[in-house]
């Protein structure tokens, strides 16, 4: 009798531990907010800068020759031409605003201005 009641204390104790476990607030992280992915849009402001280099190659070099075909040369001078390359800075600047109809469609008016500078 005693082993009957000593088994019967220990499964009751064994048994009501797992028990109360299910009884325990549970705290899951919060569902996710749901965000909607923005359309693509080309409206807005924008302005640039930009900056190059500039060259001329060509080879215009004709050497001495004698002046007959130039109406305001003198018969018999000499006329030298030199080889004519020629490089140099090229930049500047630009500032705009556009506009899109429809976001998601093709459509875009806009107006821009812009200057730009040479040093040949």
């Given at each position: 009798?005693?082993?009957?009641?000593?088994?019967?204390?220990?499964?009751?104790?064994?048994?009501?531990?797992?028990?109360?476990?299910?009884?325990?607030?549970?705290?899951?992280?919060?569902?996710?907010?749901?965000?909607?992915?923005?359309?693509?849009?080309?409206?807005?402001?924008?302005?640039?800068?930009n900056?190059?280099?500039?060259?001329?190659?060509?080879?215009?070099?004709?050497?001495?020759?004698?002046?007959?075909?130039?109406?305001y040369?003198?018969p018999?001078?000499?006329?030298?031409?030199?080889?004519?390359?020629?490089?140099g800075?090229?930049?500047?600047?630009?500032?705009?605003?556009?506009?899109?109809?429809?976001?998601?469609?093709?459509?875009?008016?806009?107006?821009?201005?812009?200057?730009q500078?040479?040093?040949?």
């Amino acid at each position: 009798m005693i082993k009957k009641l000593l088994l019967a204390s220990a499964a009751t104790a064994l048994l009501t531990g797992a028990a109360s476990a299910a009884d325990l607030p549970r705290r899951a992280a919060p569902p996710p907010v749901f965000t909607p992915v923005p359309v693509f849009t080309w409206t807005g402001a924008y302005f640039g800068i930009n900056a190059g280099y500039a060259f001329d190659a060509s080879d215009r070099n004709t050497g001495n020759t004698f002046a007959v075909p130039f109406p305001y040369a003198a018969p018999g001078t000499v006329a030298s031409f030199r080889n004519r390359s020629q490089d140099g800075f090229s930049g500047g600047g630009q500032i705009g605003y556009n506009w899109q109809i429809t976001p998601g469609s093709g459509l875009v008016i806009g107006v821009e201005a812009d200057a730009q500078y040479l040093d040949f």
